[in-house]
């Protein structure tokens, strides 16, 4: 049990002092493992213990995020026929988390989480939700959800970037009442 509980204090102590050189720096090329390791006080050796390199500790907070979005989309899957608590959904639940989307963001590497994200949204669209508005034939569906959820993903980027002024509710709202003029 102590064990346990010494990983989970390192892994945390990790993080915070990566979230703290990224939010900084705003490259992760530019955090090293040394700095790292000087700000949570460990050794090396227990960093390396934890995570393989730099990247690796993003890639978990990356992951982390994707999780939390997978569960609560799935929450939407089938159960309505318009995209509107979809939209809810993606854009409440990225800021419930906005300190660490927003240095998700920040990153050099955010392009590869806003993929991922994206990914992840058309996915869910394509496989599980029945959009009377769309395309029936798959390929134009494919397109269709491509574009709105591309839309969608790269406002809220823009927002968590500080280049919109209002908050994730208001921008559900904004969100949605342009969707209900292009499909209805």
Known sequence: MTEYRNVRRSKKLIRQAFAN?????????????????????????????????????????????????EKNLGEYVNTEKDLMPFIDKIILTLGENEELYKMLISASVSCMFVEKLKRLCVNILMKDIKLEALAEDPKVRFTEITIIVNSIIYTVVDYFKGNINTTPVELTKIVNKILIKLIG
């Open 21 to 69: 050189a990224l939010q900084e720096k705003k490259d992760i090329t530019k955090v090293t493992v040394k700095e790292i390791v000087e700000r949570a006080h460990i050794s090396k050796s227990t960093f390396y213990c934890h995570y393989q390199d730099i990247y690796a500790v993003i890639e978990e907070f990356e992951q982390e995020i994707m999780d939390l979005l």
